[in-house]
């Protein structure tokens, strides 16, 4: 601790080693006082890191514990009925929105694990898709996704906005796709993991899972996570409720076995009705983490929905996550110290 402390003061290190000399043999002492040089040059050098890592923080207006929309979708498709789902040209525009803001697009399960590997002043978004329905992933005889399909439509966008990352989360239920054979439904999620999109469950019947006992709630989930692990290598980290709504107690959708499968998630998502906390604060609460849907500014969707949302998220910008480009700090201004989660906390840059 002391030694820490005294090699702190680059220059106090010379005359420290100088002082100890005295008593040594002429090699040792050498040695001792080259090794606190360059204790002393490590030192220097992580400090001048750490000012331009906080430098380039405070240049992009870093606020890494600020919020981030998760948004919700259900079915892409023509001629809508009255709900949740959206038509190929609204979703098309939402994407065009969020890439002109400076939104990237990272997955649920980056989003959980703190997992935010995104540019210099950029803004993280989740992208959410519930049902599995064949409206958000078709592929042709070739394995390429159809235009019109919710994936074919990120891509396009993607392709066409550099920096923009085609990735996303799906929430499937045993429609998986409206694919019938198992090796038709390997296909598909072989498809998604393969181009780095994210799987997560939804339980296999998408009952509602409120009043329902324990062991149907735990049955029910267990079997979602089957429904992906039977068919492809790969194990869903988070979970979304079926229409948002949690069991009698709540952290049974978090963690549990049934149907011959155990789940330990690291979030659970509802269907309402606010931005996400970033993962980085306090107020992350891993339990039951919103969504927004995605819509207009029509109904009880003038205040809470995608579209305004994004619009209080543009009005109120330093309540928004924004990132400093480096995957491994958390950077914030100083006053938001107080809300830095303990996990993260020998991460945080504060600036
Ligand atoms: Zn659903």
Sequence with gaps: MGRLRVFGVGV???SVAALS?????GGEADEKAAAARAKA???AAAASEKKTETEVAAKAKANELGQIPVIMYHRIIKNPPPGDDRTPEQFRAELERLAKEDYVPITA??????KIGIPAGKHPVVLTFDDSSPSQLTLDGMGNPKPDTAVGILMDVAKKHPGFRPVATFYVIRDLFGMAKPEEQTQVLEWLKDHGFDIGNHTRDHLNLLGKPEKEVEEQIGAGQKL??????FSPVTLALP?????HDKKWAMKGSGAG???D???VFLAGYTPAPSPYTKDFDPVGIPRIRSKEKVGDCVKFCSTAWLDWLNANATDRFTSDGNASTVAFPKFKAPFVAAPYATRALPY
């Design 243 to 247: 229409y948002g709504n949690q069991p």
């Design 12 to 14: 106090a290190s010379l």
């Design 109 to 114: 399960a980056e989003y959980v694990t703190g």
């Design 21 to 25: 000399a005295a008593c040594m043999s």
């Design 261 to 263: 499968a155990s789940y």
């Design 228 to 233: 992906v692990t039977s068919l492809i290598k």
């Design 41 to 43: 040059r490590n030192m």
């Design 265 to 267: 998630f690291r979030g």
